[in-house]
């Protein structure tokens, strides 16, 4: 038996207040594969990948995250329906209780760090009831050589105990299901759900914490990518605006496609994988993460062709939020460091449903700031019950879920690179023209990648521009492989009066959210602010 196995046999997690029966420690994927199918977790789809099914819950539960209210976070945490505040007690009762229904059982642990920039590295320890929740871990995170497991040492531990389940009336959780983050403590205690993404963001959201207040770091919520002269490229966007897409960019080298750092050095990745949504996913639209899919990489909630293991990306009986867990290095031409220069252009991806945003547009810093704070796209009708209409939604700094301090912290370090490194800052649609949904179409894929890949090879920088009557936005009045008449939205509508009236609802709507932010930013992002959205 080597040293590493040895380890594995002997070490205990006791000093966790964990009585387990045997704790399986750092396992390889292939060992966490298999024990996964002996204990009827998951299936191997054809292409080699483990599908799972997560149970009751096949997304994050926002509502049920609490955040240890205490000396160390009382003044600090934007605290309200984001950081829901629990008891150090409760918390404490939870974990005894959470650490009981373990007792006995067998555990999966995985030792693994986030930040691939070595300065400010976060180790982690991650102890789950579920070999696949371990094989999430490993892909997920960055991984540790084999000398490194010998010496690790915990920063930060995860426990998953998906099978307890709390009680609201005396445990000070909402439901039986919780996310918990404890500063003090440095634990992220999960209970009651078998959804993986609450292990990654739960770290996202430490990280959010700790990076600008320690290390004056700037967190993001945004894929990133690096051409050929190692000129890098950040893309924020939530759910359905082409995040992913836009960023797995086939002339370009992936940094990574959700979550990144901001340091003096430049762009770093905070992950060891990619978390990529998977509805109606096919070869021709998204070849790099197709490819991804093989063995040893994980499927969520995906559903099989009848009487086969063959994956049909295009069902949604479990959930439309199908997921695949890969490392990136399944990405090619990944860039091995997971690292990147200061990025010279920035893209704010949004799907307006209404069709009044245009296709591309540049900002400058103090637009560039106010549309971070928005975080705007729109959900379309059908997509939940009860949306008959185009519904405009706001997520602060593109990741409103995950932000412990007040958004304007986040958004004034980004006007203080944006400006220091001279970044250009775009917005760009990826939703309808010619009308709202129902009405107009889709902007094609084609155009969008034609408009991303004129800003990123300065083909828009002598270009002339036309400024938007309502939201102050810089267009340009061509672009190569565009149709001109795209580029300007109104031009789209047949009917411009309602064009114009549903631009100023949804500037309106603009307006409104940013009011709620008002009272936590600084001067500068006021200012900047100032004017932005007057009303036609």
């Known amino acids: 038996m080597n040293e590493i196995g040895l380890k594995a046999a002997t070490a205990s997690v006791a000093d966790m207040g964990l009585r387990v029966a045997s704790a399986r420690w750092n396992l390889s994927p292939a060992q966490m594969v298999e024990e996964a199918i002996l204990r009827s977790e998951g299936h191997l789809a054809s292409s080699g990948a483990l599908a799972v099914d997560t149970g009751e819950f096949t997304g994050r539960a926002p509502k049920d995250r609490f955040i240890v209210r205490d000396r160390l976070t009382e003044d600090e945490i934007w605290w309200g329906d984001v950081n829901i505040p629990i008891s150090p007690e409760d918390f404490d009762r939870l974990y005894k209780k959470a650490a009981a229904w373990l007792n006995n059982k067998e555990v999966f642990v995985k030792d693994a760090y986030a930040c691939a920039g070595k300065d400010f590295r976060l180790n982690i320890r991650v102890v789950t009831e579920m070999a696949y929740q371990s094989l999430f871990a490993h892909n997920l995170f960055l991984r540790l050589q084999e000398d490194e497991l010998l010496r690790h040492q915990p920063d930060w531990t995860i426990l998953v105990a998906t099978g307890f389940r709390a009680d609201p009336s005396i445990d ?93 050095k430049g762009i ?14 096919s070869k021709e639209k998204e070849p790099q993460i197709y490819r991804a899919i093989r063995f040893g990489a994980l499927l969520e909630n995906t559903c099989f062709r009848e009487d086969s293991r063959i994956v049909d990306f295009s ?68 997509t939940e019950t009860g949306i008959n209409e185009p519904q405009a939604t706001f997520s602060a700094c593109f990741g409103k879920a995950f932000l412990p301090l007040h958004p304007g912290r986040y958004a004034a370090l980004l006007g203080d690179r944006l400006r220091k490194h001279r970044v250009t800052a775009w917005l760009v649609n990826t939703g309808w023209t010619g009308g709202p949904y129902g009405t107009g179409t889709r902007i094609p894929l084609e155009y969008t990648r034609a408009m991303v890949s004129a800003a990123l090879s300065s083909q828009l920088d002598n270009a002339p521009f036309i400024n938007d009557p309502v939201f102050g936005l810089a267009t340009p009045a061509s672009c190569p492989g565009v149709p001109s008449a795209l580029l300007t939205p109104r031009n789209t509508w047949k009917n411009k009066n309602e064009f114009d009236l549903s631009a100023r609802k949804l500037a309106r709507l603009f307006i409104n959210n940013f009011d709620k932010y008002k009272d936590g930013l600084d001067q500068d992002i006021l200012k900047s602010a100032k004017g932005i959205l007057e009303l036609a």
């Not at 320690?214 to 924020?236: Q, V, Y």
């Not at 770093?268 to 996913?281: H, M, Q, R, T, V």
Request: a neutral charge; aromatic letters at 10%.
């Open 315 to 382: 069902d949604t009986r479990k959930t439309e939020n199908t997921r695949t867990a890969y490392p990136i290095e399944y990405i090619e031409e990944a860039v091995k460091s997971s690292c990147g220069s200061h990025p010279r252009n920035i893209f704010f991806l949004t799907a307006d449903a209404f069709g009044v945003l245009p296709p591309i547009s540049r900002l400058t810093a103090g637009q560039a700031m106010y549309h971070f704070i928005s975080g705007y796209t729109a959900k379309i009708a059908g």
């Open 268 to 281: 770093f990745n905070f992950e060891g994988g990619c978390y990529a949504k998977c509805i109606n996913l």
């Open 172 to 264: 000070g959780t909402r439901s039986p299901n919780f996310t918990i983050i404890n500063f003090t403590r440095r634990i992220i205690l999960i209970g009651g759900t078998g959804y993986t993404g609450e292990i990654k963001k739960g770290i996202f959201s430490v990280l959010n914490f700790l990076l600008p207040l320690g290390h004056d770091i700037l967190p993001m919520h945004c894929a990133a990518n690096m051409g050929e002269k190692g000129d890098t490229a950040i893309f924020f966007g939530l759910s359905g605006t082409g995040k992913t897409t836009l960023s797995a960019d086939p002339s370009r080298c992936l940094i990574g496609d959700d979550e990144h750092g901001w340091s003096g």
